[in-house]
């Protein structure tokens, strides 16, 4: 039996956070934006914004950072990246700091490019 946590999201499963998240916050446009709106929030404090972009703690999370799991969430993927830079411009940020950030979001914006490339080609081929 999978232990839970007292969110509902399965222990150091990364894969189930993503899942749950990409599925509450597609159905629901006003939790998708009360969500957006909340992480903004959130890391618009330079050292949540820091802690963000660090490992998380535990086996199952494979060095993943919780903006690094949010830019798994297709649903969600523009806005965080959107949010993530826009922050970039307002905080003071060092070396260390730049190499954190470059390690979360490499993979994400490469990710994100190949996605938005599908669904150009997409339109592209079934428009309306």
Request: aromatic letters at 10%; hydrophobic letters at 40%.
């Amino acid at each position: 039996m999978t232990e839970l946590d007292t969110n509902g999201f399965e222990k150091e499963n990364p894969t189930h956070f993503v899942q749950v998240i990409e599925l509450r916050l597609a159905r629901d446009g006003n939790l998708k934006q009360e969500f957006l709106s909340g992480f903004k929030s959130h890391i618009s404090n330079e050292t949540h914004f820091k802690q963000s972009l660090l490992p998380l703690e535990g086996e199952g999370y494979g060095g993943d950072s919780l903006c690094r799991l949010l830019l798994k969430v297709y649903c969600i993927q523009r806005d965080i990246l959107r949010t993530l830079f826009g922050i970039l411009g307002t905080l003071s940020v060092d070396e260390e700091f730049c190499r954190i950030i470059f390690q979360n979001t490499a993979v994400s914006l490469s990710i994100f490019c190949i996605e938005n490339i599908r669904t150009l080609l997409y339109w592209k081929m079934y428009p309306n």
